[in-house]
Protein backbone atom coordinates (compact mmCIF):
# COMPACT_ATOMS: atom_id res chain seq x y z
CA UNK A 1 0.00 0.00 0.00
CA UNK A 2 1.20 3.35 -1.09
CA UNK A 3 1.18 5.84 1.71
CA UNK A 4 1.13 9.99 0.96
CA UNK A 5 0.53 12.54 3.96
CA UNK A 6 -0.27 16.63 3.24
CA UNK A 7 -1.56 19.53 5.64
CA UNK A 8 -4.37 22.30 5.17
CA UNK A 9 -6.48 23.94 7.11
CA UNK A 10 -10.54 24.62 6.40
CA UNK A 11 -9.66 27.35 3.28
CA UNK A 12 -7.85 24.00 1.58
CA UNK A 13 -10.49 21.83 3.09
CA UNK A 14 -12.37 21.20 -0.56
CA UNK A 15 -9.25 21.14 -2.64
CA UNK A 16 -7.82 18.11 -0.02
CA UNK A 17 -10.93 16.75 -1.28
CA UNK A 18 -10.43 16.70 -4.57
CA UNK A 19 -6.38 15.32 -4.27
CA UNK A 20 -7.71 12.53 -1.91
CA UNK A 21 -10.48 11.62 -4.69
CA UNK A 22 -8.13 11.83 -7.61
CA UNK A 23 -5.88 9.68 -5.92
CA UNK A 24 -8.69 7.18 -4.88
CA UNK A 25 -9.25 7.32 -9.30
CA UNK A 26 -5.98 5.33 -9.74
CA UNK A 27 -7.83 2.23 -8.52
CA UNK A 28 -4.76 1.33 -6.22
CA UNK A 29 -4.84 1.08 -2.25
CA UNK A 30 -3.30 3.99 -0.62
CA UNK A 31 -3.39 6.06 2.74
CA UNK A 32 -3.52 10.40 2.73
CA UNK A 33 -2.99 11.41 6.53
CA UNK A 34 -3.78 14.95 6.83
CA UNK A 35 -2.18 17.26 8.99
CA UNK A 36 -5.00 19.31 10.33
CA UNK A 37 -4.15 22.74 11.39
CA UNK A 38 -8.05 23.34 12.52
CA UNK A 39 -11.08 21.37 14.15
CA UNK A 40 -13.39 22.30 10.63
CA UNK A 41 -10.64 19.91 8.59
CA UNK A 42 -10.60 17.45 11.34
CA UNK A 43 -14.59 17.34 10.92
CA UNK A 44 -14.07 17.45 7.25
CA UNK A 45 -11.73 14.50 7.02
CA UNK A 46 -13.89 12.27 10.07
CA UNK A 47 -17.33 12.98 8.06
CA UNK A 48 -15.78 11.66 4.43
CA UNK A 49 -15.82 8.15 6.30
CA UNK A 50 -12.75 6.96 3.89
CA UNK A 51 -10.34 4.50 5.74
CA UNK A 52 -7.89 5.96 3.17
CA UNK A 53 -8.38 9.34 4.86
CA UNK A 54 -6.69 9.64 8.19
CA UNK A 55 -6.78 12.45 10.01
CA UNK A 56 -3.89 13.84 12.44
CA UNK A 57 -4.65 16.36 14.84
CA UNK A 58 -2.00 19.36 15.22
CA UNK A 59 -2.35 18.47 19.02
CA UNK A 60 -1.26 14.75 18.31
CA UNK A 61 2.02 16.43 16.17
CA UNK A 62 2.67 18.95 18.73
CA UNK A 63 2.91 16.57 21.37
CA UNK A 64 4.96 14.07 19.45
CA UNK A 65 7.09 16.99 18.25
CA UNK A 66 7.72 19.08 21.05
CA UNK A 67 10.80 21.14 18.88
CA UNK A 68 8.60 22.15 15.91
CA UNK A 69 5.94 23.04 18.74
CA UNK A 70 8.62 25.41 20.05
CA UNK A 71 9.29 26.93 16.92
CA UNK A 72 5.65 28.03 16.42
CA UNK A 73 6.22 31.62 18.25
CA UNK A 74 8.81 32.33 15.98
CA UNK A 75 7.03 31.41 12.79
CA UNK A 76 3.98 33.36 11.18
CA UNK A 77 0.97 31.03 10.40
CA UNK A 78 2.26 30.04 7.05
CA UNK A 79 5.86 30.10 8.01
CA UNK A 80 4.45 27.69 10.64
CA UNK A 81 2.82 25.17 8.03
CA UNK A 82 5.70 25.26 5.49
CA UNK A 83 8.00 23.99 9.10
CA UNK A 84 5.87 21.29 9.29
CA UNK A 85 6.32 19.65 6.22
CA UNK A 86 9.25 17.01 6.96
CA UNK A 87 8.07 17.56 10.67
CA UNK A 88 4.76 15.87 9.12
CA UNK A 89 6.78 12.95 6.93
CA UNK A 90 8.61 11.75 10.10
CA UNK A 91 5.90 11.40 12.52
CA UNK A 92 4.21 9.76 9.17
CA UNK A 93 6.66 6.80 9.12
CA UNK A 94 6.98 6.56 13.28
CA UNK A 95 3.17 6.53 12.90
CA UNK A 96 2.75 3.68 10.52
CA UNK A 97 5.75 1.49 10.68
CA UNK A 98 4.75 -0.79 7.89
CA UNK A 99 5.13 2.03 5.49
CA UNK A 100 8.04 1.66 3.40
CA UNK A 101 7.50 4.83 2.10
CA UNK A 102 6.00 8.43 2.84
CA UNK A 103 5.41 10.82 0.27
CA UNK A 104 4.19 14.09 1.24
CA UNK A 105 1.78 15.62 -1.36
CA UNK A 106 0.79 19.32 -1.54
CA UNK A 107 -2.75 19.98 -0.96
CA UNK A 108 -3.50 21.79 -4.23
CA UNK A 109 -2.62 19.09 -6.82
CA UNK A 110 -5.00 16.79 -8.73
CA UNK A 111 -3.93 13.30 -10.32
CA UNK A 112 -5.29 13.03 -13.42
CA UNK A 113 -3.65 9.67 -14.00
CA UNK A 114 -2.73 6.99 -11.28
CA UNK A 115 -0.07 7.69 -8.88
CA UNK A 116 1.63 4.59 -9.32
CA UNK A 117 3.15 5.30 -12.32
CA UNK A 118 4.77 8.47 -10.50
CA UNK A 119 6.11 5.85 -7.85
CA UNK A 120 7.23 3.69 -10.49
CA UNK A 121 9.18 6.85 -11.87
CA UNK A 122 11.10 7.30 -8.95
CA UNK A 123 11.45 2.95 -8.94
CA UNK A 124 14.10 2.09 -5.73
CA UNK A 125 15.40 5.45 -5.42
CA UNK A 126 15.59 6.37 -2.16
CA UNK A 127 14.03 10.24 -2.34
CA UNK A 128 12.25 11.14 -5.24
CA UNK A 129 11.73 15.28 -5.68
CA UNK A 130 10.15 16.89 -8.64
CA UNK A 131 11.83 20.12 -10.24
CA UNK A 132 9.76 23.51 -11.03
CA UNK A 133 11.23 23.37 -15.03
CA UNK A 134 11.04 27.20 -14.82
CA UNK A 135 11.92 28.19 -18.51
CA UNK A 136 14.43 30.81 -19.43
CA UNK A 137 12.36 33.53 -19.29
CA UNK A 138 11.05 32.91 -15.41
CA UNK A 139 15.44 32.30 -14.51
CA UNK A 140 14.63 34.64 -12.06
CA UNK A 141 12.19 32.69 -10.26
CA UNK A 142 14.71 29.79 -9.93
CA UNK A 143 16.18 31.56 -6.51
CA UNK A 144 13.30 30.49 -5.04
CA UNK A 145 14.27 26.71 -5.36
CA UNK A 146 15.03 24.52 -8.43
CA UNK A 147 13.10 22.09 -6.88
CA UNK A 148 9.24 21.82 -6.17
CA UNK A 149 7.91 21.35 -2.14
CA UNK A 150 4.75 19.10 -4.38
CA UNK A 151 5.84 16.11 -4.69
CA UNK A 152 8.85 15.06 -2.10
CA UNK A 153 9.38 11.04 -1.13
CA UNK A 154 11.45 8.99 1.60
CA UNK A 155 12.12 5.65 1.37
CA UNK A 156 12.37 4.04 4.97
CA UNK A 157 16.03 3.12 4.36
CA UNK A 158 19.79 4.82 5.30
CA UNK A 159 19.99 7.32 2.71
CA UNK A 160 15.96 8.46 2.78
CA UNK A 161 16.46 8.32 6.37
CA UNK A 162 19.01 10.53 6.39
CA UNK A 163 18.24 12.87 3.86
CA UNK A 164 14.42 13.49 5.57
CA UNK A 165 16.31 14.46 9.29
CA UNK A 166 18.68 16.46 7.60
CA UNK A 167 15.66 18.85 6.06
CA UNK A 168 13.83 17.99 9.17
CA UNK A 169 16.27 20.02 11.12
CA UNK A 170 17.20 22.62 8.84
CA UNK A 171 13.42 23.69 8.85
CA UNK A 172 12.90 23.72 12.58
CA UNK A 173 16.49 26.18 12.66
CA UNK A 174 15.22 28.54 9.90
CA UNK A 175 12.32 28.08 8.01
CA UNK A 176 10.76 31.73 6.59
CA UNK A 177 8.55 33.03 3.91
CA UNK A 178 11.45 34.87 2.83
CA UNK A 179 14.74 34.77 0.30
CA UNK A 180 18.10 34.58 2.38
CA UNK A 181 21.37 33.39 1.17
CA UNK A 182 20.22 30.32 -1.17
CA UNK A 183 17.23 29.51 1.52
CA UNK A 184 13.70 30.05 1.33
CA UNK A 185 10.86 28.19 3.15
CA UNK A 186 10.98 24.72 3.57
CA UNK A 187 11.55 24.91 -0.24
CA UNK A 188 15.19 26.08 -1.09
CA UNK A 189 17.34 23.03 1.04
CA UNK A 190 15.50 20.56 -1.59
CA UNK A 191 18.93 21.77 -3.60
CA UNK A 192 20.60 20.12 -1.17
CA UNK A 193 19.60 16.97 -1.40
CA UNK A 194 21.59 15.96 -4.39
CA UNK A 195 24.58 17.36 -3.74
CA UNK A 196 24.53 15.43 0.04
CA UNK A 197 22.72 12.01 0.01
CA UNK A 198 22.53 9.23 -2.17
CA UNK A 199 19.79 7.98 -3.80
CA UNK A 200 17.99 11.04 -5.07
CA UNK A 201 16.03 11.02 -8.22
CA UNK A 202 14.68 14.10 -9.81
CA UNK A 203 11.59 13.22 -11.33
CA UNK A 204 12.08 15.06 -14.74
CA UNK A 205 8.99 13.82 -16.51
CA UNK A 206 6.53 16.94 -17.87
CA UNK A 207 3.43 15.07 -16.58
CA UNK A 208 4.69 15.12 -12.92
CA UNK A 209 3.89 18.56 -11.54
CA UNK A 210 2.85 20.23 -14.75
CA UNK A 211 2.01 23.89 -13.15
CA UNK A 212 1.20 27.03 -14.18
CA UNK A 213 4.67 28.09 -14.28
CA UNK A 214 6.21 25.38 -16.79
CA UNK A 215 3.25 25.21 -18.94
CA UNK A 216 3.56 27.83 -21.43
CA UNK A 217 4.07 26.40 -25.05
CA UNK A 218 3.58 23.05 -23.98
CA UNK A 219 0.73 20.81 -26.45
CA UNK A 220 -2.34 19.58 -24.50
CA UNK A 221 -3.65 16.96 -25.84
CA UNK A 222 -5.87 13.72 -25.38
CA UNK A 223 -5.59 10.50 -26.39
CA UNK A 224 -7.93 7.48 -25.55
CA UNK A 225 -9.55 9.42 -22.59
CA UNK A 226 -6.50 10.58 -21.21
CA UNK A 227 -5.00 13.86 -20.99
CA UNK A 228 -1.41 14.21 -22.60
CA UNK A 229 1.49 17.06 -22.01
CA UNK A 230 3.83 17.18 -25.18
CA UNK A 231 2.63 13.33 -25.98
CA UNK A 232 3.30 11.95 -22.80
CA UNK A 233 0.72 11.16 -19.88
CA UNK A 234 -0.14 14.20 -17.59
CA UNK A 235 -0.33 11.98 -14.55
CA UNK A 236 -0.70 14.85 -11.96
CA UNK A 237 -1.26 18.88 -12.09
CA UNK A 238 -0.64 21.92 -9.22
CA UNK A 239 -2.85 24.18 -9.31
CA UNK A 240 -1.33 26.75 -7.30
CA UNK A 241 -2.49 30.44 -7.49
CA UNK A 242 -6.16 29.41 -8.42
CA UNK A 243 -8.50 31.98 -7.05
CA UNK A 244 -11.98 31.97 -7.17
CA UNK A 245 -13.63 36.09 -7.68
CA UNK A 246 -16.91 35.85 -7.29
CA UNK A 247 -19.00 32.20 -7.11
CA UNK A 248 -17.77 29.99 -9.87
CA UNK A 249 -15.57 33.07 -11.58
CA UNK A 250 -11.89 31.77 -11.36
CA UNK A 251 -8.37 33.35 -11.76
CA UNK A 252 -5.93 30.11 -12.73
CA UNK A 253 -3.04 31.87 -11.78
CA UNK A 254 -1.74 31.48 -14.81
CA UNK A 255 -1.24 35.34 -15.87
CA UNK A 256 1.87 35.62 -13.04
CA UNK A 257 3.81 33.19 -14.65
CA UNK A 258 2.87 34.56 -18.31
CA UNK A 259 1.54 31.35 -19.63
CA UNK A 260 -1.23 31.85 -21.76
CA UNK A 261 -4.60 29.56 -21.08
CA UNK A 262 -5.22 28.19 -23.91
CA UNK A 263 -8.45 26.09 -24.92
CA UNK A 264 -6.61 23.10 -24.51
CA UNK A 265 -5.75 23.89 -21.27
CA UNK A 266 -9.19 25.07 -20.70
CA UNK A 267 -10.82 22.06 -21.62
CA UNK A 268 -9.11 19.21 -20.44
CA UNK A 269 -7.18 20.72 -17.49
CA UNK A 270 -8.81 23.71 -16.06
CA UNK A 271 -12.32 22.69 -16.10
CA UNK A 272 -13.01 19.13 -15.11
CA UNK A 273 -10.60 20.12 -11.87
CA UNK A 274 -12.72 23.34 -11.15
CA UNK A 275 -16.06 21.62 -11.39
CA UNK A 276 -14.99 19.01 -9.52
CA UNK A 277 -13.66 22.17 -6.83
CA UNK A 278 -16.83 23.40 -6.84
CA UNK A 279 -19.03 20.57 -6.46
CA UNK A 280 -17.00 19.40 -2.73
CA UNK A 281 -17.08 23.11 -1.88
CA UNK A 282 -21.21 23.08 -1.93
CA UNK A 283 -21.15 19.90 -0.43
CA UNK A 284 -18.78 21.41 2.30
CA UNK A 285 -20.78 24.77 2.67
CA UNK A 286 -23.97 22.71 3.17
CA UNK A 287 -22.89 20.04 4.99
CA UNK A 288 -20.10 21.98 7.51
CA UNK A 289 -20.87 25.73 7.05
CA UNK A 290 -17.49 25.88 5.21
CA UNK A 291 -18.23 28.90 2.80
CA UNK A 292 -15.40 29.07 -0.08
CA UNK A 293 -12.49 32.21 0.73
CA UNK A 294 -13.53 34.54 -2.54
CA UNK A 295 -11.33 36.86 -3.08
CA UNK A 296 -14.26 39.60 -3.32
CA UNK A 297 -15.07 38.28 0.37
CA UNK A 298 -11.83 39.69 1.84
CA UNK A 299 -12.57 43.09 0.71
CA UNK A 300 -13.52 45.63 3.06
CA UNK A 301 -17.09 46.35 3.83
CA UNK A 302 -17.54 50.32 4.52
CA UNK A 303 -19.52 52.68 2.97
CA UNK A 304 -17.20 54.71 1.54
CA UNK A 305 -16.73 55.82 -2.41
CA UNK A 306 -13.67 53.56 -2.19
CA UNK A 307 -14.84 50.55 -0.77
CA UNK A 308 -17.91 50.26 -2.69
CA UNK A 309 -15.54 50.76 -5.61
CA UNK A 310 -13.03 48.21 -4.88
CA UNK A 311 -16.64 45.69 -4.41
CA UNK A 312 -17.57 46.89 -7.63
CA UNK A 313 -14.56 46.27 -9.59
CA UNK A 314 -13.29 43.02 -7.85
CA UNK A 315 -17.19 41.37 -8.29
CA UNK A 316 -18.08 42.85 -11.28
CA UNK A 317 -15.48 44.90 -13.97
CA UNK A 318 -12.83 42.71 -13.33
CA UNK A 319 -14.86 39.40 -13.69
CA UNK A 320 -16.66 40.56 -17.03
CA UNK A 321 -13.51 42.28 -18.65
CA UNK A 322 -11.63 38.79 -17.51
CA UNK A 323 -14.42 36.84 -19.88
CA UNK A 324 -13.70 38.83 -22.52
CA UNK A 325 -9.83 38.54 -22.72
CA UNK A 326 -10.42 34.77 -22.16
CA UNK A 327 -8.22 35.15 -18.83
CA UNK A 328 -10.81 33.92 -16.41
CA UNK A 329 -12.62 30.47 -15.97
CA UNK A 330 -16.83 30.29 -15.12
CA UNK A 331 -17.87 27.12 -13.63
CA UNK A 332 -21.98 27.30 -14.05
Not at 56 to 68: G, H, N, R, V
Not at 80 to 103: K, S
Not at 237 to 263: D, K, N, S
Amino acid sequence: MDHFCTYCDRGYAARLLCLHDSLAAGGEPFRLHVLCFDAETAAVVAAAGRDSLVAIPLAELLKAEPDYAAVRAQRTPVEFYFTATPVLVRHCLRRVPAAERMTYLDADLYFFGSAAAVLAEQGGASVGIVPHRFPDRLAERRQYGTYNVAWVSFRRDPDGLACLEWWRERCLEWCHDRLDQGRFADQGYLDEFPRRFGGVRVLDHPGINAAPWNMAGVAVTAADGAVQVNGRPLWFYHFQGIRELVPGCFEPGLRAYGTALTPALRALVYLPYLRKLVAVQDRLAAAHGLAPRRHSARLHAGGSVRDRWERFKAGWLLPHYGRLRGQLLFVP
